[in-house]
């Protein structure tokens, strides 16, 4: 039997959590199972419901830890010493309120960038040597655990299955691709704003466009001025490709106009 690829989804368990911001990992989780046929034949076992199937051509082990958020780790060492599963072939799926809404990125290995679910994880495996997808969930505009385990807003939930598509689509581009691979194509995608977004960026001046490509773990601050053609954050030539302060990078289209799903 080949080694699988081991994907994690992080969130909550209950009904007091199903659907909130903090649980977008288990609902990513929830649409690959649903591409693959495997949705409702999970099992529960050490500290975590976890199945094993197939995505087209690859072996895959779906788990969401039951240990609550902040003891992730526990259920992620279990079920990497029962399937015998390396860590270069586990990605973890997380919320991160540091990326807007709708922005994906896909990191190799990192810190915990202060996720108490990969804090766990990365405490019990003594290593953060392990790959992982953060899905961008939006900054709190209130206390940040209220953001963390409140719904998101209506605007938002019309976006959200085009959301839970990309990253569905981007875990699938790491376990074909690998992290590096599945970053160059995913870490640019964005979705339509939302009204609030809209309304936000209305009210104060214009960030520099690819300002925010800055995440907690780049810790690099905007540009002071617009970038012109060629600079990092200018405009998109007309190839499609623009440069960003992770290289250059090609903008994918949105995933409504892809002629087939890959």
């Known amino acids: 039997m080949s080694v699988p690829k081991l994907v994690v989804g992080l969130g909550n368990p209950g009904p007091k959590y199903a659907e909130t911001r903090h649980n977008v990992g288990w609902m990513v989780l929830d649409r690959i199972a649903d591409r693959a046929g495997l949705s409702g034949r999970g099992k529960e076992r050490d500290a975590a419901i976890s ?22 780790g526990i259920a992620v060492r279990k079920i990497l010493a029962r399937e015998h599963v390396p860590l270069e072939q586990m990605l973890v799926v ?35 040597h392990f790959a ?25 939930r019309r976006l959200l ?5 990309a990253a569905a689509d981007a875990v699938e581009s790491w376990a074909r691709d690998g992290a590096q691979a599945a ?15 809209r309304a936000g960026a209305a009210a104060k001046p214009a960030p520099a466009v690819g300002a925010e490509e800055a995440s907690r773990e780049d810790n690099q601050p905007p540009p002071a001025s617009e970038p012109g053609a060629g600079e990092i954050g200018g405009p998109t030539g007309p190839d499609g490709i623009r440069r960003t302060m992770s290289g250059w990078r090609r903008i994918l289209p949105h995933p409504s106009d892809r002629a087939s799903r890959s």
Do not use: C, Y
């Not at 995505?55 to 895959?60: H, R, V």
């Open 51 to 72: 199945v094993r199937g197939r995505l087209g051509d690859l072996d895959i082990v779906l788990v969401k830890p039951l240990t609550f958020m902040n003891d992730s």
């Open 183 to 197: 970053a160059n194509r995913w870490n640019g995608w964005t979705l339509p704003a939302t009204d609030s977004q």
């Open 132 to 156: 992982r997808l953060r899905v961008g969930i939006g900054e709190p505009r209130r206390d940040a655990i209220d953001h963390l385990l409140s719904r998101f807003s209506g605007d938002e």
């Open 94 to 128: 997380v919320d991160d309120f540091a990326l807007p809404f709708g922005r994906l990125r896909i990191r190799p290995e990192g810190t915990h960038g202060g996720h108490n679910g990969l804090r766990s994880i990365v405490a019990e495996l003594e290593t953060q």
């Open 161 to 165: 299955p085009e959301l839970l598509d």
